[in-house]
């Protein structure tokens, strides 16, 4: 497991546009999103991630498409600025068990 997790905290109009432009599903992103994390990896741990997200945090996940010859994958955790935080933790404690 080795994810690479990046968290932005009241972004800007333009970075929320890139990601509503690249989301998969972008009827479940809201209007007002304080915080942004997102998260790259490997399709099998970003699975285990939205799930760890969604079940531990009141926020709304959404796989960001792009191309990558390496085979990962990334998704976007959407929420308030607390939300977003602790479900990033509680991947950030997932992707550490691995090693």
């Not at 968290?7 to 972008?26: D, G, M, W, Y």
């Not at 009141?58 to 990558?68: M, Q, R």
Request: hydrophobic fraction near 40%; glycine fraction near 8%; include cysteine.
């Amino acid at each position: 497991m080795k994810l690479k997790i990046q968290v932005i905290n009241q972004p800007s109009f333009n970075t929320l546009e890139i990601v509503k432009h690249r989301a998969r599903n972008k009827g479940s992103i809201k209007d007002k999103i304080d915080s942004l994390g997102l998260v790259e990896g490997a399709v099998i741990d970003l699975l285990v991630a939205c799930d760890i997200a969604e079940k531990s945090a009141d926020v709304t996940v959404v796989e960001l498409t792009g191309s990558c010859p390496q085979h990962f994958s990334s998704i976007a955790v959407l929420g308030s600025i607390g939300a977003v935080k602790n479900a990033i933790e509680r991947i950030r404690s997932y992707n550490n068990q691995g090693q």
